[in-house]
């Protein structure tokens, strides 16, 4: 039988050499430390400290404010020094938490527990307490996605380690250095669900990483390990679905309508050190790579650590940076200030020498059509691109335009160098704001 897969996608440089040999060092921060109070998506949390406050690692900062919503926990010991608008790695100004590190490290007392003694309930409230949520980049509560309407038609879950992403390589170090607790966080998720099976969904460029949790769970009778073929974007939820169990979800539906549910790595182990250890979100790996940085590494990192001391920590820019992305160079964030926090869904910052996308010179479609035999959403990038530079909300919803992933798929082979992504993403945020007026 071939790789698992989807039709489309792209096969970009992956960059991944640059840092995957490096293993996780700890980064212990040594300026201020800045929370902002939205790491999710959902209501921003509520702060429950007020300045002058002391506060210890582990200790709340501010309580989730709805159900979908997320606490945000203190990852160091310090003084409140306020609570202020702060600039985060999207450009936005965010309320934020400022916490003055006081280096001392000191923790709460966290309260372990074993799998056996924890009932579902229990289970879903250590991982709500904990402040944890998809640290793939999304963001979305995962209390909230353990919490389907009926968990009894729960299927599959699958922990997405495919890192498609080119340069990235946070994943690959967790499932390399740390593949046990990826396993027992599976565990932990499947006990929530009776009657589904777990899939550690790995693709094929880490050969290593699937022999070792390929032994670990050898015995295991509901989790397998799957490979994947190396293509972008294999680690999109909704292709992702589609090549382990050959179910298809759109935008208008859930993965748990098929009978899914879809993690991350990271928040597999996030999920571990909540319910088993009592941990809390304190802390995540994040790849500090590209041409332009002097020395890559996998770091470590405490939540609201500034991401420019990150970069020292690797050696510092080259004089010939260009460009700085937050994420990867497919579906992160340009950078204008490096002056920001790292958070929850923080998982890389790529540092490079040529600015591709500024420098390409855009010209007239041709209609070569090579938008849509790459798009994974299996709709017309080109038409939907002009739907949008000309403002018809209408004629973008009635050719499914809200099918795209913002994958960049279509961006990435346009012989135009049309910024088709980029337009059809502006159109869809008009489309979901109108959506909300209504």
Same mark, same amino acid.
């Given at each position: 039988?071939?790789?698992?897969?989807?039709?489309?996608?792209?096969?970009?440089?992956?960059?991944?050499?640059?840092?995957?040999?490096?293993?996780?060092?700890?980064?212990?921060?040594?300026?201020?430390?800045?929370?902002?109070?939205?790491?999710?998506?959902?209501?921003?949390?509520?702060?429950?400290?007020?300045?002058?406050?002391?506060?210890?690692?582990?200790?709340?900062?501010?309580?989730?404010?709805?159900?979908?919503?997320?606490?945000?926990?203190?990852?160091?010991?310090?003084? !409140?020094? #306020?609570?202020?608008?702060? =600039? /985060?790695?999207?450009?936005?100004?965010?309320?934020? $938490?400022? &916490? *003055?590190?006081?280096?001392?490290?000191?923790?709460?007392?966290?309260?372990?527990?074993?799998?056996?003694?924890?009932?579902?309930?229990?289970?879903?409230?250590?991982?709500?307490?904990?402040?944890?949520?998809?640290?793939?980049?999304?963001?979305?509560?995962?209390?909230?996605?353990?919490?389907?309407?009926?968990?009894?038609?729960?299927?599959?879950?699958?922990?997405?380690?495919?890192?498609?992403?080119?340069?990235?390589?946070?994943?690959?170090?967790?499932?390399?250095?740390?593949?046990?607790?990826? !396993?027992? #966080?599976?565990?932990?998720? =499947? /006990?929530?669900?009776?009657?589904?099976?777990?899939? $550690?969904? &790995? *693709?094929?460029?880490?050969?290593?990483?699937?022999?070792?949790?390929?032994?670990?769970?050898?015995?295991?009778?509901?989790?397998?390990?799957?490979?994947?073929?190396?293509?972008?974007?294999?680690?999109?939820?909704?292709?992702?679905?589609?090549?382990?169990?050959?179910?298809?979800?759109?935008?208008?539906?859930?993965?748990?309508?098929?009978?899914?549910?879809?993690?991350?790595?990271?928040?597999?182990?996030?999920?571990?050190?909540?319910?088993?250890?009592?941990?809390?979100?304190?802390?995540?790996? !994040?790849?500090?790579?590209?041409?332009?940085?002097?020395?890559?590494?996998?770091?470590?990192?405490?939540?609201?650590?500034?991401?420019?001391?990150?970069?020292?920590?690797?050696?510092?820019?080259?004089?010939?940076?260009?460009?700085?992305?937050?994420?990867?160079?497919?579906?992160?964030?340009?950078?204008?200030?490096?002056?920001?926090?790292?958070?929850?869904?923080?998982?890389?910052?790529?540092?490079?020498?040529?600015?591709?996308?500024?420098?390409?010179?855009?010209?007239?479609?041709?209609?070569?059509?090579?938008?849509?035999?790459?798009?994974?959403?299996?709709?017309?990038?080109?038409?939907?691109?002009?739907?949008?530079?000309?403002?018809?909300?209408?004629?973008?919803?009635?050719?499914?335009?809200?099918?795209?992933?913002?994958?960049?798929?279509?961006?990435?082979?346009?012989?135009?160098?049309?910024?088709?992504?980029?337009?059809?993403?502006?159109?869809?945020?008009?489309?979901?704001?109108?959506?909300?007026?209504?």
């Amino acid at each position: 039988m071939g790789l698992l897969t989807f039709k489309g996608g792209i096969h970009p440089y992956d960059g991944k050499e640059l840092s995957k040999g490096n293993p996780i060092e700890k980064y212990l921060p040594k300026g201020e430390m800045v929370y902002p109070v939205s790491q999710h998506i959902g209501a921003p949390a509520a702060p429950i400290v007020k300045k002058g406050d002391h506060v210890l690692a582990g200790q709340i900062l501010a309580n989730a404010g709805g159900f979908v919503s997320s606490p945000i926990h203190a990852s160091v010991s310090g003084t !409140v020094k #306020g609570i202020e608008p702060r =600039l /985060t790695s999207t450009g936005s100004m965010v309320n934020s $938490i400022i &916490v *003055e590190n006081d280096q001392q490290y000191e923790e709460v007392e966290f309260t372990p527990a074993s799998l056996e003694s924890l009932s579902k309930e229990d289970i879903l409230n250590r991982i709500r307490e904990g402040g944890v949520v998809g640290m793939g980049g999304a963001g979305f509560p995962t209390h909230v996605k353990l919490s389907p309407k009926d968990p009894d038609k729960i299927e599959y879950v699958l922990v997405n380690g495919a890192e498609c992403e080119p340069y990235l390589t946070s994943d690959y170090r967790r499932m390399l250095e740390e593949p046990q607790k990826i !396993v027992d #966080g599976l565990k932990v998720m =499947l /006990t929530l669900f009776d009657n589904a099976k777990g899939y $550690i969904c &790995v *693709e094929d460029n880490k050969p290593d990483c699937i022999a070792k949790l390929q032994d670990l769970v050898k015995d295991i009778p509901r989790i397998e390990v799957k490979e994947l073929m190396t293509k972008y974007p294999q680690g999109g939820e909704r292709t992702l679905i589609y090549a382990t169990t050959g179910r298809e979800i759109n935008s208008s539906m859930l993965p748990a309508d098929v009978g899914c549910v879809v993690d991350n790595v990271d928040t597999v182990v996030a999920i571990y050190n909540a319910v088993l250890l009592g941990r809390p979100v304190m802390d995540r790996i !994040v790849t500090v790579t590209g041409d332009a940085i002097k020395a890559p590494k996998n770091f470590s990192v405490l939540t609201g650590t500034n991401m420019e001391e990150l970069i020292e920590a690797a050696g510092g820019l080259k004089d010939s940076t260009a460009k700085v992305i937050s994420g990867g160079p497919m579906m992160g964030f340009a950078m204008y200030d490096l002056k920001v926090p790292c958070i929850k869904t923080t998982s890389a910052f790529l540092c490079l020498e040529h600015d591709a996308v500024s420098e390409a010179k855009q010209t007239a479609c041709i209609n070569c059509g090579r938008c849509v035999s790459v798009c994974p959403g299996h709709v017309l990038p080109a038409r939907l691109a002009t739907f949008a530079e000309h403002g018809n909300m209408e004629a973008f919803q009635k050719f499914d335009g809200m099918e795209c992933c913002e994958c960049g798929c279509c961006s990435y082979v346009c012989p135009a160098k049309r910024p088709l992504t980029q337009s059809i993403k502006s159109m869809r945020k008009m489309v979901l704001a109108s959506r909300k007026k209504k």
